[in-house]
Nanobody, 121 residues
Framework: QVQLVESGGGLVQPGGSLILSCAAS????????MAWYRQAPEKQRELVAD???????NYADSVRGRFTISRDNDKNTIYLQMNSLKPEDTAVYYC???????????????WGQGTQVTVSS
């Protein structure tokens, strides 16, 4: 079994900052690309940022320059530093990871349960 657990969401004023964390646990052999997605009310889930196991990153145009994704491979954990937050960043943020489990040859995609981020004055 693999679990992704997000933390760090909350309410923040426009222009503020938050840090999200996502820890993958369980019988993990290797965590490949890990990512943050978000879903606002009545909108489709969208990619925010992703990071490969070697540290290559990719960002949505809407967050580039404001958000930073990073990872700790020893802890199978990723982070999302969010600065200069805007009301339109309000959404449920989901962690996603491509993981190969111990004793399994294929890798599978996993989702966390999501954490709410609300940007409002």
């Amino acid at each position: 079994q693999v679990q992704l657990v997000e933390s760090g969401g909350g309410l923040v004023q426009p222009g503020g900052s938050l840090i999200l964390s996502c820890a993958a646990s369980g019988s993990i052999f290797t965590a490949y690309t890990m990512a943050w997605y978000r879903q606002a009310p009545e909108k489709q889930r969208e990619l925010v940022a992703d990071i490969t196991s070697s540290g290559q990153t990719n960002y949505a145009d809407s967050v580039r320059g404001r958000f930073t994704i990073s990872r700790d491979n020893d802890k199978n954990t990723i982070y999302l530093q969010m600065n200069s937050l805007k009301p339109e960043d309000t959404a449920v943020y989901y962690c996603n990871a491509d993981i190969r489990r111990l004793g399994v040859s294929n890798h599978y995609n996993y989702w966390g349960q999501g954490t709410q981020v609300t940007v409002s004055s």
